[in-house]
């Protein structure tokens, strides 16, 4: 019997901008205090795609259009085990705004990354992600 892979209960996005990608600053646990995409848990009846998009819109107040799958991951944290749908897009629109799920955001180029304490493998999934879209980091 083939292996099927659990279903998403949570979602990210990474937004992909001239050579940059948006990073966010967790306020809250898991990964309080460190940077990563925008995200968070699914909803009921919501795809991981939509719950990624909508989590975008409620942390930085961005809407994201035509998102792209870069991976899905198995994350183990205190908050419990989560299975990740990670998106990317170019297309998007909005004033970035951060909410107060939010500590700061930045556009993050890949040449700048160590300067950010990041989720672990943050710079490989960055690349995946710019891969996603079609575009070079």
Not at 17 to 32: D, E, M, N
Not at 54 to 69: G, Q, S
Not at 118 to 130: C, G, N, S, W, Y
Request: hydrophobic content about 40%; charged content about 20%.
């Amino acid at each position: 019997m083939p292996e099927t892979s659990p279903r998403p209960n949570s979602a990210s996005l990474g937004l992909v901008s001239q050579g940059t990608i948006l990073l966010i600053q967790r306020a809250h646990a898991p990964y309080q205090g460190l940077w990563t995409f925008p995200g968070g848990r699914l909803e009921p009846g919501e795809t991981a795609a939509e719950c990624a998009a909508r989590e975008l819109f409620e942390e930085v107040a961005l809407i994201a259009e035509d998102l792209m799958p870069v991976e899905t991951q198995s994350l183990e944290t205190d908050k419990g085990h989560f299975t990740l749908a990670v998106f990317a897009s170019t297309r998007f629109s909005g004033t970035l705004n951060p909410s107060n799920e939010v500590l700061d955001a930045h556009w993050v180029g890949l040449s700048d990354l160590d300067r950010y304490q990041t989720t672990a493998d943050l710079e490989l999934v960055i690349k995946r992600a710019f891969a996603a879209v079609g575009e070079t980091c």
